[in-house]
């Protein structure tokens, strides 16, 4: 290739190491990206407005002699009726952030609520549980903080008999966990995982979605790689994970999608990733991915893109450990199989969600980047096409699929050979006029191992006039030296 500032030939092995060092870099900071994009929020088990109070008005913020009131009617009143109605009204106050603040600094409320939450009443203690689960749907660390007493109480009633009840207690330790670090030093030595990986065992779904949201919050808080996630991965909890993601007429898509995520912030860790593959995570995503696609030729029913997202960035980024062999072993991924799933998957996306095609896309790069296979049975099953067809959709999904036309295309002579002639040309000419600068860049990557291994593309290139289109970019900094080279090769074929 001749380079346009040192005027000299240099051999085809470097322009193809250069240009993969250059989308390594790209990839890389792409990974890093994705990996910080965090799920991290509250739930609750209530509609998003507050409650409507009897006779049909909204409940009022509470004032602390009226919180005295509810907590003194709870703790003495004569009847258990009249009792857990105080706690239902004190429960409604509680939905406002107001009453929320008069409430932790009452002197001697928690200790109230506590010992209400640990009374011998069911009820009682299911009203008390659900004052604490709005507390913790607070976003003022102060208010979580001031929960600390009954962390201990909410781990413990995890190994009860009532799934609602290990519902509650699962979803407000999530809220607690994500809003202050205080509550997870205390949650830690207390045996939260312990706690976790018990729960994972349970045959309520509702008590094992519930278990995956707190589990996804634990497993995203800043010092989850160093103190969270290697406990979880020296506990149970990751051979239950991949049971649960099982394909199957057993799988459950709400249960699915919460253990997906967990999976999928495990591996973003990278604490050990070999792991995860030694308990069979590629193989079992692989067939999951395949029984998700099924799902979508199947049915119109919302929700399978919510499990298709965690899915592709797990199996993404399984796929970028050294450790893994693409074919081979309990590892091996059948190139057809999880192509033909991929691409129902990307027009599904197209379709019905455009915004989770760099997902698909992403996985797409990882399958090809190192596999000769994977790009053969790309070429061999007409995918090019369909590939091409998404370049308008944005910005984000043009650089990807030229980054994987990239990788079929360094593959060598026979690679391109089945690129070349075709549609791509066009295409090319055609997203060299996009404005934006990354999307050009790849192009002239893309046309540069063509025309290194495809000399007759420079020439079909110059008959439809390429080169006035490389002229628009040949001011832009960051172009230039790629833009000239393009024009000596096409001009010195």
């Known amino acids: 290739m001749w380079s346009g500032r040192q005027g000299r030939l240099r051999p085809v092995g470097c322009v193809v190491e250069e240009l993969r060092c250059r989308r390594r870099e790209r990839e890389a900071a792409l990974r890093k990206a994705r990996r910080e994009q965090q799920l991290i929020s509250k739930r609750l088990l209530r509609d998003d407005a507050p409650e409507e109070a009897e006779g049909g008005c909204v409940a009022m913020i509470l004032r602390d002699f009226e919180i005295q009131q509810f907590l003194r009617l709870a703790q003495r009143g004569t009847e258990e009726k009249e009792r857990e109605r105080a706690l239902v009204s004190l429960r ?3 939905q406002h952030p107001e009453t929320q603040q008069t409430f932790i600094w009452l002197e001697g409320s928690m200790r109230t609520l506590v010992g209400l939450l640990t009374s011998n009443q069911a009820l009682l203690q299911l009203e008390a549980a659900r004052c604490l689960h709005e507390l913790s749907h607070s976003e003022q660390s102060a208010v979580a903080e001031a929960c600390l007493p009954a962390t201990s109480y909410l781990l413990t009633y995890l190994s009860g008999h009532s799934s609602d009840f290990i519902e509650l207690c699962l979803y407000t330790l999530g809220n607690l966990i994500v809003e202050s670090e205080a509550v997870r030093r205390q949650l830690l030595p207390q045996g939260i995982v312990p706690a976790l990986a018990a729960c994972i065992q349970s045959p309520h779904l509702t008590v094992l979605e519930a278990l995956g949201y707190a589990l996804s919050q634990l497993l995203q808080v800043k010092e989850a790689p160093e103190l969270i996630i290697p406990s979880v991965l020296g506990s149970t909890l990751p051979e239950h994970i991949l049971r649960l993601l099982q394909p199957g007429p057993k799988l ?74 693409i074919v081979g072993g309990q590892n091996q991924l059948e190139d057809e199989r999880v192509l033909a ?52 959709v944005s910005n984000v999904v043009s650089v990807l699929v030229l980054t994987v036309l990239c990788n079929v295309a360094e593959k060598g002579p026979a690679y391109c050979q089945r690129l070349w002639p075709g549609p791509l040309l066009s295409c090319l000419i055609g997203t ?19 025309f290194l291994y495809r000399p007759e593309a420079a020439e079909d290139f110059l008959k439809q006039s390429g080169l006035q289109v490389l002229e628009r970019h040949k001011e832009e900094a960051q172009l230039q030296d790629r833009v000239h080279a393009l024009q000596q090769i096409a001009l010195h074929r």
């Open 252 to 325: 459950n898509l709400g249960v699915a999608v919460e253990f997906a995520w967990c999976l999928h912030y495990i591996i973003c860790s990278q604490v050990n990733n070999a792991l995860l593959i030694s308990h069979g995570g590629l193989s079992t995503l692989g067939l999951l991915l395949l029984d998700v696609a099924g799902a979508v030729q199947r049915t119109e029913d919302e929700g399978l893109e919510l499990l298709a997202c965690p899915v592709l960035r797990c199996l993404s980024n399984l796929l970028t450990e050294a450790a893994v062999e």
């Open 92 to 94: 409604r106050g509680l």
């Open 432 to 450: 060299l006029a996009f404005p934006d600068i990354e999307v050009v860049g790849q192009s002239l990557e893309l046309l540069q191992l063509l």
């Open 341 to 392: 799933a991929l691409f129902i998957l990307l027009q599904f996306f197209l379709q019905k969600q455009s915004s989770l095609l760099p997902e698909g896309l992403w996985l797409l790069n990882n399958l090809t980047a190192n596999s000769p296979s994977f790009c053969t049975s790309l070429l061999s099953m007409d995918l090019i096409e369909p590939l091409l067809q998404l370049l308008p």
